[in-house]
């Protein structure tokens, strides 16, 4: 069974930045496709970034040219570094991880195999 870790968030004033961390245990060196989910009180859980073991990346329009997502092939662990904050960016940040080899339209609408707990960003304008 596998379990992922989020890490990483908190509170910061709008322009700022967090990184996010993702830690997968236990057998996961089949998961090939990666992402970031997020859940804003309200709203509908979405997509935010994904990203496959060949490092092709996957953005939202919303974070383009502001977050960036990375990982390490070696143990899995998945990274999400988010630049230029806005209060709209405030949200419960999920990691998703699947077997799939690439990180298509049906990772990128939830249908995934392991999530993380979440970790709470909260920008303040």
């Known amino acids: 069974q596998v379990q992922l870790v989020e890490s990483g968030g908190g509170s910061v004033q709008a322009g700022g930045s967090l990184r996010l961390s993702c830690a997968p245990s236990?057998?996961?060196?089949?998961?090939?496709?990666m992402g970031w989910f997020r859940q804003a009180p309200g709203k509908e859980r979405e997509a935010v970034a994904a990203?496959?073991?060949?490092?092709?990346?996957t953005y939202a329009d919303f974070v383009k040219g502001r977050f960036t997502i990375s990982r390490d092939n070696a143990d899995n662990t998945l990274y999400l570094q988010m630049n230029s904050l806005k209060s709209e960016d405030t949200a419960m940040y999920y990691c998703?991880?699947?077997?799939?080899?690439?990180?298509?339209?049906?990772?990128?609408?939830?249908?995934?195999?392991?999530w993380g707990q979440g970790t709470q960003v909260t920008v303040s304008s």
């Open positions: 998703a991880a699947d077997y799939r080899s690439t990180c298509g339209v049906g990772f990128l609408r939830g249908a995934v195999s392991y």
């Open positions: 990203i496959d073991r060949d490092r092709r990346r």
């Open positions: 236990g057998y996961n060196f089949r998961l090939l496709c």
